[in-house]
């Protein structure tokens, strides 16, 4: 068994269902600072989630804040911490944790924004911020990973999918001569 220890501090929340697995339940996930997901089984009544009794599961996924992004299409979180994991329910009313990316960089990513949400595809695509570069990748299940590296020339601070203008927004920042600049990149995929 886990423990978070005397503190766990909160960094982000996601709620996962499946309207396709029949009577599955819903979880309330948590993203705690120290690297570890606490999931709380929820119940569900006719306008309400109330908490279950029951203490909750703890996944440890890394050493650093977990920032979890709901996938509608997919009825998936992704985790992201050192690694970027994917979770999921199975049928037996179990989360199930995969990791996604298996690229190493040299330092731990630090955010993702998903395309395709809505859609119902067999491929993700993301866009991942490491290393002080962009990273566009394509997940599909039935081929190789695919990627394109775009060099910005500063240290990313956050990407957007604009799924109207199918663009990625980049914003990022340097600071010359002690005064930090911001910047807005828009990238075609």
């Not at 269902?17 to 600072?33: A, E, T």
């Not at 998903?114 to 566009?136: C, P, Q, S, Y």
């Not at 190789?144 to 999918?161: A, C, D, M, S, W």
């Amino acid at each position: 068994t886990t423990t978070l220890g005397a503190y766990a501090v909160p960094h982000s929340v996601g709620i996962l269902c499946s309207p396709r697995i029949p009577d599955m339940p819903f979880y309330f996930l948590l993203g705690i600072r120290q690297g570890s997901i606490l999931s709380f089984r929820l119940h569900y009544t006719t306008h309400r989630l109330t908490l279950s009794d029951e203490p909750p599961s703890i996944y440890t996924l890394g050493s650093l804040a977990v920032s979890l992004t709901v996938c509608l299409a997919k009825d998936t979180i992704y985790a992201l911490s050192n690694q970027l994991w994917q979770l999921r329910c199975n049928s037996s009313n179990v989360i199930e944790t995969e990791q996604v990316l298996l690229q190493g960089f040299d330092r731990a990513p630090d955010a993702v924004a998903f395309f395709n949400w809505g859609i119902e595809t067999k491929d993700e695509t993301l866009a991942l911020v490491a290393d002080d570069r962009l990273h566009l990748f394509q997940l599909s299940p039935n081929s190789r990973l695919n990627f394109h590296n775009v060099e910005l020339g500063q240290t990313p601070r956050k990407i957007i999918y604009n799924e109207s203008l199918n663009y990625v927004i980049a914003l990022t920042s340097t600071i010359m001569s002690g005064t930090r600049k911001n910047y807005m990149h828009l990238i075609n995929p």
